[in-house]
């Protein structure tokens, strides 16, 4: 069965350092991934997915299929970016997607 | 962009009644509909998926018969929690998923606190 690891309860970093928030999957075939942002009081809102290879808000994720990682990174973190941030992967079965998310990992930068 | 309403935002019940919970794409057809849930500081755990039109999919664990699930169109969805009892307070969120774009992907609604008394 599929599955995501995010092994950070919670990252904090100060303003203007680099972040990096870790996710690893276990899925015997070709994975779908995404990380998904949640800003406090607001909505889970999709932040990146893997098969755009965009980078988004100055985060970006690389698919490491070796290592089955999809970590995500910013070069410097800003205050605003402080949320909780989902890991998630996708497959499909029956017809249809179906999506995994893992724990979360809560970023707070220190200004 | 594409937005996915939820009703009630918050409701309260006295255990034993049933609770009917509207999910609504507003500006994009959703193919698929996606019902979660989640306890406070954890994640989102998946507890059916419906597609228009046919019945719903559950999670292991999760009671078709407590959780009734309907899709009537390709813009509802409706979550009822049956017999509500103190153990099903919890935050529910529904997702929809749909092309827009170009891209299918999932959008999320604001959740739907319940308490059960």
């Known amino acids: 069965a599929q599955r995501v690891t995010q092994p950070e309860k919670l990252l904090s970093v100060f303003k203007g350092a680099p972040v990096e928030l870790k996710c690893n999957y276990s899925?015997?075939?070709?994975?779908?991934l995404f990380w998904y942002v949640q800003y406090s009081r607001q909505r889970l809102q999709l932040l990146l997915r893997?098969?755009s290879r965009e980078s988004i808000k100055g985060f970006t994720a690389d698919l490491n299929k070796g290592e089955t990682s999809f970590h995500l990174k910013k070069p410097f973190a800003q205050e605003e970016d402080s949320a909780m941030y989902y890991c998630?992967?996708?497959?499909?079965?029956?017809?249809?997607?179906?999506?995994?998310f893992g724990t979360g990992t809560k970023l707070q930068v220190i200004p | 962009g594409a937005v996915v309403s939820q009703h009630p935002s918050w409701v309260i019940c006295k255990s034993g009644t049933s609770v009917k919970i509207e999910c609504r794409s507003l500006?994009?057809?959703?193919?698929?509909m996606f019902w979660y849930r989640q306890f406070p500081k954890q994640s989102l755990m998946l507890m059916a998926t419906s597609n228009e039109g046919s019945k719903a999919t559950y999670e292991q664990g999760v009671e078709k018969d407590k959780f009734l699930i309907n899709h009537a169109s390709l813009t509802l969805s409706t979550l009822t929690v049956t017999s509500a009892h103190p153990e099903d307070s919890s935050f529910y969120i529904c997702?929809?998923?749909?092309?827009?774009?170009?891209?299918?992907?999932?959008?999320f609604g604001p959740g739907t606190r319940l308490t059960v008394t």
């Open positions: 997702s929809a998923r749909g092309l827009v774009a170009g891209y299918y992907e999932q959008y």
């Open positions: 893997h098969i």
């Open positions: 998630a992967l996708a497959l499909y079965s029956g017809g249809y997607q179906k999506v995994t």
């Open positions: 500006d994009f057809q959703a193919t698929t």
């Open positions: 899925y015997s075939g070709s994975p779908e």
